[in-house]
């Protein structure tokens, strides 16, 4: 006599079995949906600085509509002479370079806040920004330039130079053995109120016109826009911003946490170095040319996380969108808030981001 199988399971059984092909194709069908949505953010980003650079051209004493706009830069010379200088000379930079200086900013934030753990890392608030307004100091109020940088170039060339020697010092901190983000960052701190002390004696010291210079440059103000200082700032975010992209994936696995980055074979000290080097460039860059511009590079790259998540494929391009976009939208308010008047841009975005900061600050301590 035949004794059955008790091991298998009995032909007539109806226990389900499931399917792991129709989960699998949910699954790609739920990664394709959010791989569009994440898209369609960045395409509308895309779109809302393109109408906030219009914007900025049809609004204001000089106002011009959108047909007189495309003929001035499609044909310049068949429009007056005034509205070509005023389109090509005073407008068109100024509404690039906010865009340029905000995809810096954004890019910049983005990256040290990843690198440093800290979700009130930027720019600003790590005394790069203090940095570059002590070494514009040093040009406007002493006179110091760089040997070789002609007039034009001397206070930007100053100004460039200290925010780079800042960044490298949170670098240099960032290598000691048993430094953690903490550490960076309250040095960052310690960098901001030396770099102000320092500031503040200069201006004691300055006379009238210098002073009034000073304080000008350190409000951040895009009226100071040129060509030049535009295709500078355009080339860096075009040469450094394929480099954050490509160290997206590693950027990624960073926020998970430097132990599990490390575990996955990522070089964490490289990765912070390369990352340092990239927004020391930017940061740099941009606040030497157009003065102190603080939030901006602390505000984009949470709004860009809200929208977009932690994937830094999407979040790093984001949070250049939403930069460049805060900034567009802040010199648009900047030349109409008064009429007459150009506000300087550095107002407008710290009347902006202030509440952000506080808001920010308060979350983290569990008080919101």
């Known amino acids: 006599m035949r004794v059955p ?14 399917d792991l092909s129709d989960y699998a194709r949910q699954v790609r069908q739920t990664y394709r949906a959010l791989l ?11 779109a809302l600085i393109a109408g906030s650079v219009l914007l900025d051209f049809c609004l204001g004493p000089s106002g011009l509509s959108p047909s007189a706009l495309v003929r001035t830069l499609l044909h310049p010379h068949d429009v007056s002479a005034g509205q070509s200088v005023i389109v090509w000379q005073i407008r068109l930079p100024y509404a690039l370079m906010a865009v340029c200086v905000g995809a810096a900013l954004g890019l910049a934030g ?6 440093l753990a800290n979700p ?14 002590f ?30 020697g800042s960044v490298l010092m949170l670098d240099m901190v960032s290598r000691r053995r048993g430094a953690g ?11 901001v109120f030396a770099f102000h002390a320092l500031v503040s004696l200069l201006q004691f010291v300055a006379n009238e016109d210098a002073l009034q210079d000073l304080v000008f440059w350190t409000m951040g103000s895009l009226t100071r826009a040129t060509w030049p200082k535009l295709d500078l700032l355009a080339a860096a975010c075009v040469v450094v911003a394929p480099l954050s992209f490509r160290a997206a994936w590693k950027l990624t696995v960073l926020r998970m946490g430097e132990e599990r980055a490390a575990s996955l074979g990522v070089d964490v000290p490289r990765v912070r170095r390369g990352a340092l080097l990239r927004v020391s460039i930017l940061s740099a860059l941009a606040v030497s040319f157009v003065g102190t511009i603080g939030f901006v590079g602390l505000v984009a790259p949470h709004i860009a996380r809200r929208l977009l998540g932690e994937d830094h494929r999407f979040y790093l391009p984001g949070s250049m969108l939403v930069g460049a976009l805060v900034m567009s939208l802040s010199s648009v308010a900047a030349r ?12 407008v975005t710290a009347l902006v981001g202030i509440p952000f900061f506080l808001a920010i600050v308060l979350r983290r301590r569990g008080l919101s």
Do not use: C, H, K, Y
Request: hydrophobic content about 55%; cysteine-free.
């Open 5 to 18: 199988d008790q091991s298998r399971p009995a032909a007539s059984s109806s226990s389900p079995v499931p």
């Open 135 to 164: 070494g514009a100091s040093l040009a406007i109020i002493m006179g110091w330039g760089i040997p070789g940088v002609s007039d034009a170039w001397v206070v930007s060339a100053d100004a460039f130079v200290f925010a780079i």
């Open 181 to 191: 983000t903490g550490t960076v960052v309250l040095f960052g701190i310690a960098l």
């Open 336 to 347: 109409n808030l008064l009429p007459g008047v150009v506000i300087p841009t550095g107002i």
């Open 110 to 115: 983005a990256e040290m806040q990843t690198v």
């Open 120 to 133: 009130l890392a930027s720019p600003f608030t790590l005394g790069v920004s203090a940095a570059a307004a």
């Open 36 to 46: 569009r949505r994440r898209i369609g953010i960045l395409g509308v980003m895309g």
